[in-house]
C-alpha cells in the first residue's frame, strides 16, 4: 500500500525557515513525479512545487526562490525547505505523487501545518 | 494563466438527491489534464476522476465526469451520506503549473 507521511511542521516567526519531510512507503519516490500542496486555513488547495523523477524542480511564483524541493533517494522522503516564509505561507501542506501521464495526484500525505506568526 | 471557477459555491442537498457540480476554465483545457477532488474536514483530498471522465481506483460508479474545452461537470447521481464534501478541480497548465478551482461544498439540506 502506497503511504505518505509528512512531518516537520509547526510555528516559526515571519522571516524563519522549516523544512517539511514526506516519508514515502509502498513506492519509490525517486522513480515518481512529486509535488507539494498547500491549503491555507479555510481556504482551497494552492499547488507549490514539483519534482520530476529525473530531478528536475519547478515551483509557483508565490515560492519561487524562497522554497527548495528535494529528495533523498537512501531514505525514500521528499523534502520541501521553506525559507523568508511568511504569514501568506500559513497552511497544511500536502505531498502528493503525480500521474505524469494525466497530470493528476493520486496519492496524499496526511498534511503538516505551518503557522507562520510573531 | 488558466483560472478555473466552479460553481455553485455551495450545494445543499438530501441523500438520495442528484449533484451536479460545473468547472469552467478560463480559456480551452486539454480534457485530459482535467481532475476532479472529493476533500472532507480534517483530510487530505481524495482524488475521484482524471481525465476529465475517468474514475479512480476505488471510486463508485455515482460519480462520473464529463466536459470538454472550458466547461466540464462532475455528477454524483445518488447521494449518499459520506459524499457531502468539498470537490474541487484541477487542471494543468504548462509549465509545469496545476490549478484548482476554489471549490463546491455539497452540504446537507
Known amino acids: 500500500e502506497v503511504q505518505l507521511v509528512e512531518s516537520g511542521g509547526g510555528l516559526i516567526q515571519p522571516g524563519g525557515s522549516l523544512r517539511l519531510s514526506c516519508a514515502a512507503s509502498g513506492f519509490t519516490v525517486s522513480s515518481n513525479y512529486m509535488s507539494w500542496v498547500r491549503q491555507a486555513p479555510g481556504k482551497g488547495l494552492e499547488w507549490v512545487s514539483v519534482?520530476?523523477?529525473?530531478?528536475?524542480?519547478y515551483y509557483a511564483d508565490s515560492v519561487k526562490g524562497r522554497f527548495t524541493i528535494s529528495r533523498d533517494n537512501s531514505m525514500n522522503t521528499l523534502y520541501l525547505q521553506m525559507n523568508s516564509l511568511r504569514a501568506e505561507d500559513t497552511a497544511v501542506y500536502y505531498c502528493?505523487?503525480?500521474?505524469?501521464?494525466?497530470?493528476?495526484?493520486?496519492?496524499w500525505g496526511q498534511g503538516t501545518l505551518v503557522t507562520v506568526s510573531s | 494563466e488558466i483560472v478555473l471557477t466552479q460553481s455553485p459555491g455551495t450545494l445543499s442537498l438530501s441523500p438520495g438527491e442528484r449533484a451536479t457540480l460545473a468547472c469552467r476554465a478560463s480559456?480551452?483545457?486539454?480534457?485530459?489534464?482535467l481532475a476532479w477532488y472529493q476533500q472532507k474536514p480534517g483530510q487530505a483530498p481524495r482524488l475521484l476522476i482524471y481525465g476529465a471522465s475517468s474514475r479512480a481506483t476505488g471510486i463508485p460508479d455515482r460519480f462520473s465526469g464529463s466536459g470538454s474545452g472550458t466547461d466540464f461537470t462532475l455528477t454524483i447521481s445518488r447521494l449518499e451520506p459520506e459524499d457531502f464534501a468539498v470537490y474541487y478541480c484541477?487542471?494543468?497548465?504548462?509549465?509545469?503549473?496545476?490549478?484548482f478551482g476554489p471549490g463546491t461544498k455539497v452540504d446537507i439540506k
Open positions: 484541477q487542471q494543468y497548465g504548462g509549465s509545469p503549473k496545476f490549478t
Open positions: 519534482l520530476y523523477s529525473g530531478g528536475s524542480t
Open positions: 480559456q480551452s483545457v486539454s480534457s485530459s489534464y
Open positions: 502528493a505523487s503525480l500521474q505524469w501521464l494525466a497530470r493528476y495526484f493520486d496519492c
